[in-house]
């Protein structure tokens, strides 16, 4: 990989043009022992290896490749600052750290954060100096723990079923900003169709006047501006053109912020959710949601897509199949995912990497829901993002039945942070309070699976497949949001290829059993959307529709057009 790995700014609704990315060659570390800290590693004046960041140890970008448990990892780098750079704050930020990770700054602890998968941000002006400084970054990991969300990353040494290859440490950008004293810190949006304006609310550092102006392709249509002396700050942009964010229509308008001497670029969407009835309306339109689920894993990066062109390409190969979003799964991903998504009016579903968390433990609202607003907080403002779910079947742990409160708190909180968006509680099992209800069905027979739902179609009592567990909530949207995941192994990867149930033998029995069983859904008129697993290929996991590589396994025109037929739901 030639010059600095993935080069791009990693927050494009957040962005300045002074800033410097940190990706490419740090010194680096294991710890197997976690005695690092006992030895003082932050003070060391190298370390023994070598690796390349944004890349998770495990990866084979990474330069490193190894796929053992790794209890502890150590970074370190030098960092060279001009005085120009000293003359307001210097902000360090990380896209994404799994798990406890602590900085320190030449030899000064500046801070800790614990979650791997949310953005966090340290001012490190009084730690630094003009000319070169030390920054040394320790990471510990325990996937095994119960005491942290893991999603998708495997409890055993090798990969297995539908648990895949581990991640540890850095594995998004890491980056310096520059900002004056007086600067915008957070901010979010709210579009107000009926008003045909933005609403903004900032947090500000310092005394300024926010100024916001609205462009569309290229030219000014809004502009306002309110006096903040710190604190909060808000108003709203009357917009001059209103263009929506729609399915398959990402139009996005641009904007600039400013505060004092602080520029940000930024974008938003004219997009509004409303539940209505067994209906999700969309800008007030009932859109049936043909989703995919997608893991978010590469071959060679992991967690990490090699490049942005990567992120985008898979937003491509869903649309090309016919879908029109997808659930983001067991895992946060990352801004520049959610851009290309908002970019192309891209469906997606934002949720929390919960699989790993003991859910019987009432401490483990400690360990989840910290994290789990960070996310809430940082992805508030992409317009694809249609509902959280922050939790994914939640099986018992070691015999113990999920703690019903810790869900319900999680759902209670999403919603009164968010009040524009639902919620499902825990997607498929076991609900306990929720705004839409989803099963997962992974029937493969498409007459047996059809007849779970025609009472349903009929007007009858949804079939639950967990019915001791959890009672089906009338009244409100339901969906599968699981189905499918029919084995079809074109690459003969090994022996233990995984899929459900029995692989079809032929092609033409593979579109026929998919066909069956997507049509049994867009044919409920009591059923919003669907959930195929899933897009691509994951390890020994091949159930996609492509392969791990990204190779289409068929014609994607066939599943386009079973996918893109008018669902009954939609009829008007």
């Known amino acids: 990989m030639n010059g600095i790995p993935r080069p791009e700014h990693p927050q494009p609704q957040l962005q300045r043009k002074n800033w410097e990315n940190l990706n490419g060659e740090w010194e680096f570390a294991f710890d197997f022992g976690k005695s690092g800290m006992n030895r003082r590693f932050w003070e060391r004046e190298h370390l023994d290896q070598k690796i390349l960041v944004p890349f998770c140890p495990e990866s084979e970008l990474s330069g490193i490749g190894y796929k053992d448990f790794i209890p502890a990892v150590w970074y370190k780098r030098k960092i060279r600052l001009e005085a120009g750079q000293l003359h307001g704050c210097v902000l360090l930020h990380f896209g994404a750290v799994d798990y406890d990770c602590r900085v320190w700054i030449n030899g000064r602890e500046a801070g800790r954060h614990r979650g791997g998968y949310t953005s966090f941000v340290f001012d490190i002006t009084e730690f630094v100096s003009e000319g070169e400084n030390d920054l040394t970054v320790y990471a510990q990991d325990d996937t095994r723990s119960g005491r942290q969300p893991k999603g998708k990353q495997s409890t055993r040494y090798e990969s297995f079923g539908c648990d895949y290859t581990r991640t540890t440490g850095i594995w998004q950008t890491v980056w310096l900003e520059f900002v004056p004293k007086a600067h915008i810190r957070k901010v979010w949006y709210y579009p107000n169709l009926d008003q045909k ?20 392709g290229g030219k000014r249509c809004g502009a306002a501006r309110m006096a903040a002396g710190a604190g909060n700050v808000f108003l709203n942009l009357p917009l001059d053109e209103m263009h929506l964010w729609e399915p398959g229509q990402g139009r996005l308008y641009d904007l600039k912020l400013t505060y004092g001497q602080d520029e940000v670029q930024s974008y938003f969407g004219m997009r509004e959710i409303v539940l209505d009835g067994e209906r999700v309306r ?33 937003v491509e190969l869903s649309l090309a199949a016919g879908f029109n979003g997808a659930r983001l799964h067991q895992k946060i991903f990352e801004p520049r995912f959610l851009y290309h998504c908002d970019r192309m009016g891209y469906l997606v579903w934002g949720e929390q990497a919960s ?15 910290p994290e789990w607003m960070e996310g809430l907080e940082r992805d508030f403002n992409h317009p694809s993002i249609v509902g959280w779910c922050p939790f994914n079947e939640t099986w018992d742990y070691e015999g113990r039945k999920q703690d019903d409160d810790l869900l319900r708190i999680v759902y209670r909180m999403t919603k009164q942070y968010d009040t524009t968006r639902p919620c499902i509680d825990t997607s498929g099992n076991y609900h306990v309070e929720t705004d839409i209800y989803d099963l997962h069905d992974y029937e493969q027979d498409p007459e047996v699976f059809a007849g779970h739902y025609e009472g349903f179609a009929q007007g009858g009592r949804l079939r639950d497949n967990h019915p001791s567990r ?31 149930g029995n692989g079809p033998k032929t092609e033409e029995e593979f579109i026929a059993r998919y066909q069956g069983l997507t049509d049994a859904l867009l044919d409920n008129p009591h059923m919003f959307g669907f959930c195929y697993t899933q897009l691509y290929d994951v390890e020994q996991e091949v159930n996609g529709l492509y392969t791990y590589s990204r190779k289409p396994k068929f014609d994607m025109e066939i599943f386009r057009k079973i996918n893109g037929r008018k669902a009954a739901i939609e009829e008007e």
């Open 197 to 216: 304006c933005l609403g903004i609310r900032a947090v500000v550092t310092g005394a300024g006047v926010l100024k916001a102006e609205a462009f569309y």
């Open 355 to 369: 699989w790993g968390l003991d859910v019987s433990a009432a401490d483990g609202l400690k360990w989840f829901l």
């Open 470 to 500: 959890q009672a089906p909530v009338s009244g409100i949207p339901v969906f599968i949001s699981e189905y499918g995941g029919i084995k079809w192994d074109v690459e003969g990867s090994n022996a233990a290829s995984w899929g459900y």
């Open 282 to 314: 969309i800008n007030g339109k009932s859109v049936f949601q043909r989703l995919v689920l997608d893991q978010g894993f590469y071959p060679d990066g992991i967690y990490t897509a090699p490049s942005d062109e990567a992120l985008k390409k898979d």
